[in-house]
Structure formats: structure tokens, C-alpha cells
């Protein structure tokens, strides 16, 4: 066990005020954006700027509501989201449980295929992936758009419940199957259960992932009824006269679905999956 | 009807292999051969021109100054980004009060939407209303406000947005490393006599070795070949040429100049980016073997 640092020394100063450092530095935009989202117009571009709002409005979300489609954005965000969630976390369970459980000719290969497109980043297939779409007809639908995340999320999806299959033990299973349980029921009451956190973990990832997007909605979504929040909150932005407040409080609805993710995950982050364990 | 167990595992792993295949190895392979073409990104008709597409960006300047923003920004965003994420993790690791808080906090940026990063430091760099402009005139560093998303400061700010919102892996790699060497190795460093330094540079470092390796090349890939936050920035500055990255470049080609076949072979390049970056990976871990 290392010393633990005691606020009074040296070392302990120096450790509390660097992260104060970093801390001030990673939290302090979302706050000044929160800060923002409540402010009144004329307190959002007063000079001196001041932290805490002296008059606390509602009115810049009621703008958002009122004046753009936020919630049919909202709404399209969680559909696809979703959507690719459930189908890449069907395909990466029963792969990774193939991947860690049978041995077959070319699993090898199989591993490296799945390693190596782990790297793929959207620009490299987006273009052709856009041709591809508008050929088979299904350019600006949420189908194309469920594709593409299932597809890209795969391999990352893959890869971490692979290692998650890995960390439980054979003998489990081999267990269930001598007390005469068939393979079926064995997955179901001995490995899904110990794998849950796993997939609960994994599929926050590929939400986060989806969620996040912005260069397949941008690209294969055109009618503004189909856009999702990413592509809606920039075209917001890109409006002519840009209304601070109401950008403001639109981009903090979009992250506390993801923070709020995000701190179930945490622990799971932090456990030691590193490299590998996220992407982007 | 039972299934030997061969046979159960491949059909378990069969429907992603067909999906990886079909939906993102086959549009790279596709990619490739639209790359011969000339070919318009919103009607069907295309010709075959062979290299053309590829010998038109050799002689093309706005092609070598892309790559050489991207470069710039990737170079400079992973140097960045390892120093301040080692940095943070050594911190991270250490025991005092509130660390999980901050080791949580510290994520923050890597997962919140580009669109969210971009809009937030948009906002705090704004040269009329931002609060960083506002802080440097208030302890007298500059005279007069800064221009962050003019030509001059563009790069910059970019820089700055991405290293604050990659950071992060950086720190998750490591610190997951961290957790993983034996105390034994400091104590026994202690023993001979070593400071702290000394232990940073013959125990720590030696062990992360590997996973910096890994940051190294997938930030590499990642930065060299990132979109969203270059190309969110660069909207209504009228400042976007100079930060035009080899992905911008290749968006820009496909979806505003409508050539598909030239995006593909900017496409194409990035790809063999990928290939030589790994190439290179392996060929490094396998002479690290041999030694």
C-alpha cells in the first residue's frame, strides 16, 4: 500500500491543488453552460460576466421547445440509439461467447478481423458506405443510420464482451453442464447473470457511441424530421442570429442522458478494461 | 437435432462476421475502386479514370496543405494529449480524499457529444462575450480581445478543444495500467536508493511502455482521421481553409464539390494511413520481442 497523502504535507498540498487544477479545468465549461442555460438575455452578454444568475429564467427552454423540433430531434436520438444498441449487443454476446467459449477453424482470424476494424474511423467508410445506401434505397431513413451504428459499434461491442466472457470462469459452465443442465440453460442461469454488468457496461458504450454521432446522421439523413440531436443542436447553430441561451440549454438536455449513463459505467471504466474499452 | 459444438460456435459468430464484412470492410473495398472513377455524389453515372484521381491530388496544393493541417493538428494534439492525460492519471492514482469524484469528472469531456465540446468552447472563446477573453484582459495578458476563431488563432483553439476533449483516454489507459504494477517494484526501487524521480523513470514508465505504445497508435489513427470536431468548428468563422484537414478535405470534395470518386481516394489514403500505422506497430512489438 503506498502512504496515504496527508493534506498537511508537501505532497499532499501539491497533489490537492493540481486537482483543483484539472478539475476546474474539465468541469468548468459544463458549468458556465449550465450558468448560461438560465440566465436571462441581457445577463447572458452582460460585461462583467458573473457565475450565478441574478434573475433564474426558464425561458431560454421554453424557446427550445417552443421555436425548434428539440423533442422530435430528442425522440429520433433515442429511437436510433436505441435501436443500434439492441442489435449490436445481440450479435456481440453471441459472438464474444463464441469467440471465448468454442474452438473452430479461423476463430483466430476472426479476433484479428474484429481488432482491426476496432481502428475503422467513420470518415474512411462514410462516403462509399453514402453511395452504397443511396444505391440499395435507403438514403434518409433511420434503418441506414441503425446500420451504420450496429456496424460500427460491432467490433468495439465484440471486443470488450469478449474480455468480459473472459474473466469468467470455465469451470462455471462445465459445472452446470455435468449436473445435466443442457448448454442452453446453463448460458442462462449461470453465464448470463455473472456476464450482466458486462453487457449493461457494453451497451452504455455503444449508446454513448450512437448517441454522440454526428458525421452519419450529417451525411445520410437530409429531411429535418429524421435528424437526431447532434445534427439538429449544430444546424441550431448555424442559424443566422445565434441565441446563446437557447443553444446553451438545448446542448445540456443532449448530455445529461450521457453523464447520467456515463456515472452507472464509471466504476466498470476505472476497474482496468483501458485500451480498448472506448473509441472516437 | 443437436449441433456439435464447432458448428454452434460458428453460427453464433456468423451473423457479425457477415455484418463487419458487408457493412465495413466491403464499403472500404468499395471505396477503393470508386476511387477510379469520376463520379458524381447524387446521380448514378460514373467513368472509369483510372489512377486519374489520385494523379490530379499529387498535383492538387489544396490536397498537400490538408495533409499538412493534419499533420500539425494530429502531431501536436497526441503530444499534448499524452503529456497532460500522463499527467492526470500519475494524479488520479494517488490516494486523497474526493479521488473518485475527480477520476469521474476527469471523463467528462471524452463523452459528452463534438457537437456539445465544440458549442461549450465556442461560447467560452467568444471574442465579443467569452469568458476566456474576459479573464486574459482582466490579468493583462493581452491588450485587446483575441480573435480565437480568426485565421491567425484558428489551429490554436483547435488544438486546445481537442486535446481537452480526448484527453481523457489517455487517462483511462493508463491509469488502468497504473492499478496493475506490483508496489513491490517501488519498494524495491526505494531499497536502492532511488527518488522519486528516479522510480518515475526506471519503474513507471518501463511498465507503461506498452500502453502508451497502444495510445500512441490509436490516437494516431483517430486524430489523423477525425471529422466532427475540425469540421464543427470551421462552421460561420470564415477561418475553416485553415484548419482544412485531409477528413474536411475529403467531406468537402464528396459532398460539396459532389465528387465521389475523388473523396474516395482521399478516403483510400487515410486508409493506408491506418494500414501503415499498424504496420508499424507490429513490426516495433515484434523486434521488441526478439530483443
Request: charged share 10%.
Amino acid at each position: 500500500m503506498k502512504p496515504s497523502n496527508s493534506f498537511f504535507s508537501w505532497r499532499g498540498q501539491a497533489i490537492y491543488w493540481c486537482a483543483a487544477v484539472l478539475l476546474v479545468l474539465t468541469a468548468f465549461p459544463f458549468i458556465w453552460m449550465v450558468s448560461t442555460s438560465f440566465k436571462p438575455l441581457r445577463e447572458i452578454f452582460v460585461y462583467p460576466p458573473y457565475l450565478i444568475p441574478k434573475q433564474f429564467t426558464l425561458a431560454n427552454l421554453a424557446r427550445l421547445f417552443e421555436q425548434t423540433r428539440f423533442l422530435t430531434y430528442f425522440r429520433n436520438s433515442l429511437f436510433v440509439s436505441f435501436s443500434a444498441v439492441v442489435f449490436t449487443m445481440i450479435l456481440a454476446t453471441a459472438g464474444a461467447y463464441s469467440l471465448t467459449r468454442f474452438k473452430y477453424f479461423g476463430r483466430e482470424k476472426i479476433a484479428s478481423l474484429i481488432l482491426f476494424t476496432y481502428m475503422f474511423a467513420p470518415i474512411m467508410i462514410v462516403i462509399p458506405f453514402y453511395v452504397l445506401i443511396k444505391k440499395i434505397g435507403l438514403a434518409n431513413t433511420h434503418l441506414a443510420l441503425i446500420m451504420a451504428y450496429t456496424a460500427f459499434c460491432l467490433p468495439f461491442a465484440l471486443w470488450l464482451m469478449k474480455t468480459f466472457f473472459q474473466s469468467i470462469p470455465l469451470a462455471l459452465e462445465e459445472a452446470a453442464l455435468t449436473d445435466g443442465a443442457g448448454r442452453i440453460r446453463a448460458v442462462i442461469y449461470v453465464i448470463f447473470p455473472l456476464a450482466l454488468p458486462g453487457i449493461i457496461a457494453t451497451s452504455i458504450f455503444t449508446f454513448i457511441l450512437a448517441w454522440n454521432d454526428y458525421i452519419f446522421v450529417r451525411i445520410l439523413i437530409t429531411s429535418d424530421e429524421l435528424k437526431t440531436l447532434s445534427v439538429g443542436i449544430a444546424d441550431l447553430y448555424n442559424a443566422t442570429v445565434i441565441d446563446w441561451g437557447m443553444i446553451m440549454s438545448g446542448s445540456m438536455l443532449i448530455t445529461i442522458p450521457v453523464l447520467i449513463f456515463f456515472v452507472f459505467i464509471q466504476r466498470y471504466l476505472i476497474a482496468g478494461w483501458g485500451a480498448g474499452a472506448i473509441k472516437g | 437435432m443437436r449441433l456439435s459444438p464447432q458448428k454452434t460456435g460458428i453460427l453464433l459468430i456468423l451473423p457479425a462476421v457477415v455484418l463487419i464484412c458487408g457493412l465495413l470492410v466491403y464499403p472500404v473495398l468499395y471505396g477503393a475502386w470508386l476511387s477510379l472513377f469520376s463520379k458524381h455524389s447524387f446521380f448514378p453515372e460514373q467513368k472509369f479514370v483510372g489512377l486519374y484521381n489520385y494523379i490530379y491530388l499529387a498535383g492538387d496544393a489544396d490536397f498537400w496543405r490538408s495533409l499538412w493541417y493534419g499533420i500539425v493538428y494530429s502531431v501536436s494534439t497526441i503530444v499534448l494529449q499524452i503529456v497532460v492525460g500522463l499527467i492526470a492519471a500519475l494524479l488520479v492514482n494517488e490516494t486523497f480524499r474526493g479521488r473518485n469524484l475527480v477520476r469521474g469528472i476527469l471523463l467528462f469531456p471524452y463523452v459528452i457529444p463534438t457537437v456539445v465540446a465544440i458549442i461549450l468552447w465556442k461560447w467560452l472563446l467568444n471574442n465579443q462575450f467569452g469568458l476566456v477573453n474576459y479573464f486574459l484582459l482582466a490579468i493583462g495578458v493581452v491588450d485587446d480581445p483575441l480573435n480565437w476563431m480568426g485565421k491567425d488563432h484558428i489551429m490554436f483553439s483547435l488544438i486546445i478543444i481537442s486535446v481537452w476533449e480526448f484527453f481523457p483516454f489517455v487517462v483511462l489507459s493508463v491509469l488502468a495500467r497504473l492499478q496493475t504494477i506490483p508496489p513491490v517494484l517501488y519498494e524495491a526501487a526505494k531499497v536502492d536508493g532511488s527518488g522519486a524521480w528516479g522510480r518515475f523513470f526506471h519503474v513507471t514508465l518501463p511498465q507503461l511502455r506498452n500502453v502508451l505504445f497502444v495510445v500512441i497508435l490509436l490516437r494516431s489513427i483517430w486524430m489523423f482521421t477525425k471529422f466532427d470536431t475540425v469540421w464543427l468548428l470551421t462552421q460561420g468563422g470564415g477561418a475553416e481553409k485553415y484548419i482544412r484537414t485531409l477528413p474536411v478535405y475529403a467531406y468537402m470534395r464528396t459532398f460539396m464539390y459532389y465528387q465521389a470518386g475523388l473523396g474516395s481516394a482521399l478516403a483510400v489514403i487515410m486508409f493506408g494511413f491506418l494500414i501503415a500505422s499498424t504496420a508499424i506497430y507490429f513490426k516495433m512489438f515484434r523486434r521488441e520481442e526478439e530483443i
